[in-house]
């Protein structure tokens, strides 16, 4: 008989996110694995999609966009960094950014190619790789503070690597690249000529003053670098799927080439809102950063009643914690003995790494929830 199924989703197991997302259904745990809000987005933003709805604002978008909020964007990559982008020519509006990435790698990745990313890996840039038949390769971000051994990136290229993706800040481990590394970075994807594929959806997460650089933005980055971002990680609404890909019009051309044929336009009156909302950010980012910092301290805080030790995340709104190795017990059997008899689920980093088993000793907890939740979940964590 033929195989029913496609080769390349035969190695694909079902995400992280779904198997704990059911157990902490099942066993009514406190949920701090799954990776968005468990409160409301704001008010003001879901207004403006009534009214674009009641305008009639409801048939297909254009294709890219519309121009409000491309235009708005390309006004708030210029005011927060100071660079230029045609809103015309080098935006595009996706279906989250998961469809960013998607369309993105679709259109840059043949079979064989090699793609190199930091592990651990957001599990969508590796998927994505692999059903577009390439090849991921991976450099891996040690503890305590998740930094890379710039020989690493030599010993991983080959002459089949074409792109290197990186995510800042970075989930899981809530890591900011600093300068001097994307310089690092910079330098090596100039030398081999690589594209990056640079996941920004936790770009205006970042805590304690550090302030988030695109990589784009560092010399000659420009024209090789596919910044990606997601309007629900910044206005806290994840349901709308509205995502962004910026690149130079060559790189958008391509890009829009898959997109046009995976969902062609995005929701319009959601665009209209998050268009009216991009032109209100500089208003509403120092409240949403202060919220979520608060969060992250109150959860580093108190995690040391407990027997975890947190890793303090300088961006987006994930907290690594090592198990404590009197516990000889690895992330898996951890999060699964946690869900199922202690009630409070958390997500097992060990299946964001395919080299190193550094994973194993920790698990990812996210603190995008209500200051109760947060507290419920600490007072499980104390019971191990
Ligand atoms: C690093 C990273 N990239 C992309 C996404 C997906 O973004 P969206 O919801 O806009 O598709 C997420 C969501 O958790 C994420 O953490």
Redo the contacts with the bound molecule.
């Keep these: 008989m033929k195989p029913k199924f496609a080769d390349r989703i035969a190695s694909m197991p079902t995400s992280v996110f779904s198997t704990m997302g059911k157990l902490a259904l099942e066993h009514k745990a406190v949920n701090l694995g799954q990776?968005?809000p468990d409160f409301d987005g704001p008010g003001w933003i879901q207004e403006e999609a009534f009214k674009a709805m009641k305008s009639g604002l409801n048939q297909y978008a254009p294709m890219n966009g519309i121009f409000t909020l491309r235009n708005n964007i390309s006004n708030a990559f210029l005011n927060n960094y100071n660079m230029q982008w045609n809103p015309d020519t080098e935006i595009t509006i996706t279906a989250?950014?998961?469809?960013a990435?998607y369309s993105t790698i679709t259109a840059l990745v043949n079979p064989g190619d090699e793609v190199m990313m930091f592990e651990p890996y957001?599990d969508?840039h590796q998927a994505d790789v692999i059903l577009a038949g390439g090849i991921p390769t991976y450099v891996t971000l040690r503890k305590p503070d998740f930094s890379f051994d710039p020989e690493d990136l030599e010993e991983t290229v080959s002459n089949k690597t074409k792109i290197l993706i990186i995510?800042n800040p970075h989930?899981p481990t809530g890591k900011v690249y600093t300068r001097s590394e994307f310089d690092q970075i910079a330098t090596f994807a100039i030398k081999h000529n690589l594209l990056v594929i640079s996941?920004e959806?936790?770009e205006f997460l970042t805590f304690d003053g550090i302030k988030h650089i695109p990589i784009a933005t560092l010399p000659g980055m420009r024209d090789r670098t596919i910044t990606i971002s997601?309007t629900?990680?910044t206005f806290g609404m994840?349901g709308w799927?509205i995502?962004y890909a910026i690149a130079c019009p060559e790189l958008t051309v391509a890009v829009q080439k898959v997109h046009q044929w995976t969902t062609f336009a995005v929701n319009t009156p959601g665009q209209h809102a998050m268009a009216y909302a991009f032109s209100k950010l500089d208003g509403y980012l120092p409240d949403f950063r202060a919220l979520y910092q608060s969060k992250r301290d109150l959860l580093f805080e108190r995690l040391k009643e407990t027997a975890f030790t947190p890793h303090k995340p300088d961006g987006s709104y994930f907290m690594m914690v090592d198990i404590p190795e009197s516990a000889g017990e690895e992330d898996i059997d951890c999060s699964t003995r946690l869900v199922k008899d202690l009630g409070v689920a958390t997500i097992p980093p060990s299946v964001f790494y395919s080299k190193s088993d550094e994973g194993k000793s920790m698990l990812r907890l996210c603190f995008a929830k209500k200051d109760e939740t947060l507290l419920q979940g600490i007072e499980k964590l104390k019971a191990y």
């Design positions: 990776g968005f989250g950014a998961t469809e990435l957001y969508a995510n989930n996941d959806v936790y997601s629900g990680k994840t799927k995502g």
